[in-house]
């Protein structure tokens, strides 16, 4: 099977703009999980997404949103764009709820906010 | 303080060495799970656990409920286990993930 996919890998954008990651969870997965890693901060929990309905949102502002597809694809969104937003935006997937089942990760998106 | 606290922060070890990574959380929590991650980012699930042992390879995971405590061994280090070993839990009334900040383990040969 192929693993999770985040596209793109690699991104430069300016304060104020607004930027959509996009992730291809495993084949059959129904779980998407996004996570921020900044040097500062470490791994923080974004949101989750199961079956198509955000079921829980880590405390990160209504700029942070996301959504899933029926193929289980999720997109996140980060509107008005600031410096502290840089960091390498994980997805990662599974068959249950993130939590009580084991995650595969993708490779990350990481943002560079100028 | 954090609910998830892991130590020692970086640890160094000569290869062939048992090494040991402790994590305590402070929070209820529906599992237990340790992460690797290398440089460049990529993130592997190591092992998930709630209760017990579980061993795979030369790795060793072991949780204690009662002491709301985790260790992660790792048995005749190399060189190729050098990464960021992380614990995370999986709250159990929020069921979101709180990640402790790793530990940075450098294994020289």
């Known amino acids: 099977k192929a693993g999770v996919t985040q596209t793109p890998r690699y991104l430069i954008k300016t304060r104020g703009q607004q930027v959509t990651l996009s992730c291809s969870p495993i084949?059959?997965?129904?779980?998407v999980s996004w996570y921020q890693q900044t040097p500062g901060q470490g791994l923080q929990f974004l949101f989750e997404?199961?079956?198509?309905?955000?079921?829980n949102k880590g405390n990160f502002p209504g700029r942070f949103s996301g959504r899933q597809f029926s193929n289980s694809r999720s997109e996140m969104n980060v509107s008005t764009l600031e410096l502290g937003d840089s960091a390498l935006y994980l997805c990662?997937?599974?068959?249950?709820?993130?939590?009580?089942?084991?995650?595969?990760f993708g490779p990350g998106t990481r943002l560079t906010v100028l | 303080k954090n609910e998830v606290e892991q130590s020692p922060q970086n640890l160094t070890a000569q290869e062939g060495e048992f090494i040991t990574i402790n994590c305590s959380y402070s929070?209820?929590?529906?599992?237990l799970h340790w992460l690797q991650q290398h440089p460049g980012g990529g993130i592997v699930s190591l092992f998930m656990?709630?209760?017990g042992k579980k061993k795979h390879g030369r790795l060793i995971a072991t949780i204690n409920i009662q002491e709301k405590h985790s260790s992660l061994h790792i048995t005749a280090s190399h060189p190729r286990d050098s990464a960021v070993y992380i614990c995370?839990?999986?709250?159990?009334?929020?069921?979101?993930?709180?990640f402790g900040a790793g530990t940075r383990l450098t294994v020289k040969p």
């Open positions: 990662a997937s599974s068959l249950q709820r993130g939590t009580t089942d084991t995650q595969y």
């Open positions: 084949s059959g997965h129904r779980s």
């Open positions: 997404y199961f079956s198509e309905t955000q079921r």
């Open positions: 929070v209820g929590i529906s599992a």
């Open positions: 656990l709630s209760s």
């Open positions: 995370a839990g999986g709250h159990v009334n929020n069921n979101d993930m709180r």
